[in-house]
């Protein structure tokens, strides 16, 4: 780099006997000197106004170019000819680094691309249990929108599917049971194991979300069973009245 910012220094020497070029770079003009492209040889410019290639250049006006490319990008480019180094634009910029990454690419600019970082795949342990502790919460959620206060549900250690006992007891074969079994029996093979081992803290973490929520589990049968007992607020008809649209004052 310091024999780059060498050339780019030796060349501003003597600038007054050298005639500038104008760069028109989408309707953008740029002016400059020759001498300053030419001194970073590797790039598409330094190659383009090199001495070797002036019989295949063809210009307007007698010193203009026209390049078909982003003008206003190409500050950055012409920046690094008069300085040797890389900019890069700032987060309020309107310019993507992945446009000026482009650019630099076109016009042949080395530069050091970040090291892309890669998410490691999630543990699925992890997955699965993220799966159980969202599937309960949707649980809680369509059991208080439909009017029920409290469930039991009993996971087995083998593994068996779970079984449920609701607050009303005519919901044992109704709909509302369907609904919960199709929620919670994807997860009956780890219910057991997932509540042995952080049954608190996911409680701790529904009750967060569910305000009023009652969270108790205990073991039966020789702890070969898991009973996971939740309760929910019995919401008042006035407070439904008052939330919902039926109330003037709640617009949609």
Known sequence: ????????????????????????????KYETY?????????????????????????????????????????????????????????????????????????????FEKPIEEVTPPLNPVVEKLNGFVFSLRTLIKELIATGEIEITITFSKNGWPPFYMSGNFYAKNSAIMENVDKIVKPFGSVGYNFLDKFGSEIGGHLSSEVRGLSWRFGYSQNRE??????????????????QSCLNSKTSL
Not at 1 to 28: F, H, P, Q
Not at 64 to 84: A, L, M, P, W
């Open 34 to 110: 020759k001498s300053i492209l030419t001194a970073h040889e590797e790039t598409l410019l330094g190659t383009m106004f090199s001495e070797r290639n002036n019989e295949m250049l063809h210009p307007t006006n007698g010193n203009e170019y026209f390049i078909d490319r982003d003008g206003k990008i190409f500050r950055y480019i012409v920046q690094y000819y008069r300085t040797g180094r890389i900019y890069w634009p700032t987060p309020s910029s309107t310019i993507s680094r992945q446009e000026l990454e482009d650019e630099y690419d076109y016009y042949q600019i080395p």
């Open 225 to 242: 069973q898991i009973k996971l007992h939740m309760s929910f607020p019995n919401f008042l008809n006035r407070q439904i009245l008052e």
């Open 1 to 28: 780099m310091s024999d780059k910012r060498g050339n780019v220094e030796r060349n501003y020497v003597d600038k007054n006997l050298e005639k500038t070029i104008i760069l028109n770079v989408g309707g953008t």
